[in-house]
């Protein structure tokens, strides 16, 4: 089992750009969460996938955005790129049968913003 | 006032010695509250969670709530170098997780 996988590892993009960061879902799981950890901090919940729709949605502004694909993996997406997006941004998936205590995180995405 | 407070540390002790960490929450309405370990350029592992007011014990970890005070707790005896790593409590609400800052632990040999 692969465990839940996160593409790109590393990504450099300038201030203005747009980026998409990728997440396959653990076997069996269908729920998709996304969050974003800054720097010497926790993470924060962006918003959470599933059936294809945002179910829930953190405290971010509408230039992140997301998606879900029929096969139960998701991307994030950020337009218009501030400095302040540097993190690592991290994907967890979980099963809708089950609570969040379940809740299996990727390695996360390093995202700098230049 | 955050929702989680967690003292960021760092903490540094010596192998075998025993480690508490500490978090403080505002928010009664939590359901569950889970202790995370976050080694370097890896994503959060989950150790422990509970829901109760109480210890839970799991080997050398032993996770500790009290709702009426909003402390948890997570002790790790007979620390190891392994164990060095940054700690994360957590609390669940509505299906999302509420983290706290983080505590960086080292454990010297």
């Known amino acids: 089992d692969a465990g839940v996988t996160q593409s790109p590892t590393h990504l450099i993009k300038t201030r203005g750009q747009q980026v998409t960061l990728r997440c396959s879902p653990k076997?069996?799981?269908?729920?998709v969460s996304w969050y974003q950890q800054a720097l010497g901090q926790g993470p924060q919940f962006i918003f959470q996938?599933?059936?294809?729709?945002?179910?829930q949605r953190g405290n971010f502004p509408d230039r992140f955005s997301g998606h879900q694909f029929p096969n139960y993996s998701s991307e994030l997406n950020v337009n218009a790129l501030l400095l302040g997006d540097s993190a690592l941004y991290l994907c967890?998936?979980?099963?809708?049968?089950?609570?969040?205590?379940?809740?299996?995180f990727g390695q996360g995405t390093r995202l700098t913003v230049v | 006032q955050k929702e989680v407070e967690q003292d960021p540390g760092p903490l540094s002790v010596p192998e075998g010695a025993i480690v508490s960490l500490n978090c403080t929450y505002s928010?009664?309405?939590?359901?569950?509250f889970m202790w995370y370990r976050q080694y370097s350029r890896k994503g959060p592992e989950l150790l422990m969670y509970t829901y109760s007011s109480g210890n839970k014990e799991d080997g050398r970890f032993t996770a500790q709530v009290d709702k009426s005070s909003k402390y948890i707790s997570l002790f790790i005896r007979d620390s190891q170098p392994s164990d060095s790593a940054t700690y994360l409590c957590a609390m669940m609400t509505t299906d999302k997780l509420i983290f706290g800052t983080g505590t960086r632990l080292q454990v010297f040999p």
């Open positions: 967890a998936s979980t099963n809708s049968g089950g609570a969040n205590t379940e809740a299996f």
């Open positions: 928010n009664s309405a939590f359901q569950y």
């Open positions: 076997s069996g799981h269908d729920t």
């Open positions: 996938y599933y059936e294809e729709e945002e179910r």
